[in-house]
């Protein structure tokens, strides 16, 4: 069973950027598509952005242009860059990947806040 470890959150200042590692254990993580989440104070979960095995990546509108997918399989590591910040982007941001048992399986998720 494969087991996610968000990292990378903090606090920065709008405009500023972090960047987020999911990393996986596991050997078949690299056949495997990752999705990040985040979900605001009040909000309901959200889906940011996704990778497939290949390496193409998807979108939300929201951070299209600003938030950039990546992966090193042979670190079974997602990254999630995040540039020019805003504060709504402050959130707990999670990733996920698809159980061979049904379902998906979550990390425990990073705090990322945008505030100056």
């Known amino acids: 069973q494969v087991q996610l470890v968000e990292s990378g959150g903090g606090l920065v200042q709008p405009g500023g950027s972090l960047r987020l590692s999911c990393a996986a254990s596991?050997?078949?993580?690299?056949?495997?598509?990752v999705n990040w989440y985040r979900q605001a104070p009040g909000k309901q979960r959200e889906l940011v952005g996704s990778?497939?095995?290949?390496?193409?990546?998807m979108y939300a509108d929201s951070v299209k242009g600003r938030f950039t997918i990546s992966r090193d399989n042979a670190k079974s590591t997602v990254y999630l860059q995040m540039n020019s910040l805003k504060p709504e982007d402050t959130a707990v941001y999670y990733c996920?990947?698809?159980?061979?048992?049904?379902?998906?399986?979550w990390g425990q998720g990073t705090q990322v806040t945008v505030s100056s």
């Open positions: 990778i497939t095995t290949g390496g193409t990546t």
């Open positions: 996920n990947v698809p159980s061979l048992r049904g379902g998906y399986i």
């Open positions: 596991g050997s078949i993580f690299s056949i495997l598509p």
